[in-house]
């Protein structure tokens, strides 16, 4: 199995502000996603980061609120944009390779106050 | 209606009891069920995962699936308190390359 790994860990930001959380996994997968849980609620996926192109966002989400970045099959980036307190959450990579299950990184924890 | 729902809990059994999580789908397209398990402050861990009906266990863990009903289940035999988390089930359309469609979680305490 993939190990992912995210930095930050978690952050405190003031609204207004940008953070970016980078996603880094130990191979090389096919595809990469992002999540939200928010509190007492399901995981959402955000988009699907694909490489070399611009990321696929669910309904919802827009590329101006999350802009993603994959440069390569083991790097993703999720920038979190002019943050409110409604961004408070906790984010989360994940990476499967073909036909794989999907591992999960071990979550950002945002607040925004 | 959600498509996957789930009894947030809390649920709190003593140790070495059966404990029984279930959810329930509604989208016919969903060929995969995954169970997570999330210890507080850490990401979703995959337990497992099964294809189409059936069950599939490992170690005190068995997971079954019944499409017919669209039911979802994970029994944990001879609990832990190291079970202690919050468990999600998941679905997807297609291995791998889909997206995960989670429930809300249910939070398992095993009191020893």
């Known amino acids: 199995s993939a190990v992912i790994s995210q930095k930050p860990s978690r952050d405190i930001c003031q609204r207004g502000t940008s953070l970016t959380i980078q996603c880094q996994v130990d191979?090389?997968?096919?595809?990469m996603f992002w999540y939200r849980q928010q509190p007492g609620q399901s995981l959402t996926l955000i988009a699907t980061?694909?490489?070399?192109?611009?990321?696929?966002?669910e309904s919802g989400f827009v590329i101006d609120k999350f802009p993603i970045s994959r440069p390569n099959l083991t790097f993703s980036t999720l920038t979190v944009s002019n943050m409110s307190p409604e961004d408070s959450s906790i984010y989360l990579c994940?990476?499967?390779?073909?036909?794989?299950?999907?591992?999960f990184g071990p979550g950002t924890r945002l607040l925004v106050l | 209606q959600k498509e996957v729902e789930q009894d947030p809990g809390p649920l709190s059994v003593p140790e070495g009891a059966i404990v029984s999580l279930n959810c329930t789908y509604s989208?016919?397209?969903?060929?995969?069920f995954m169970w997570y398990r999330q210890y507080s402050r850490k990401g979703p861990e995959l337990l497992m995962y099964?294809?189409?009906?059936g069950n599939k266990e490992d170690g005190r863990f068995t997971a079954q699936v019944d499409k017919s009903s669209k039911y979802i289940s994970l029994f944990i035999r001879d609990s832990q308190p190291s079970d202690s988390a919050t468990y999600l089930c998941?679905?997807?359309?297609?291995?791998?390359?889909?997206?995960?469609?989670f429930g809300t979680g249910t939070r398992l305490t095993i009191i020893p």
């Open positions: 994940s990476a499967s390779g073909q036909q794989e299950t999907q591992y």
């Open positions: 191979s090389q997968v096919t595809m």
């Open positions: 980061a694909n490489q070399g192109s611009e990321a696929t966002y």
């Open positions: 989208n016919s397209a969903f060929q995969y």
């Open positions: 099964t294809y189409s009906s």
């Open positions: 998941a679905t997807q359309g297609n291995f791998g390359n889909e997206k995960l469609t």
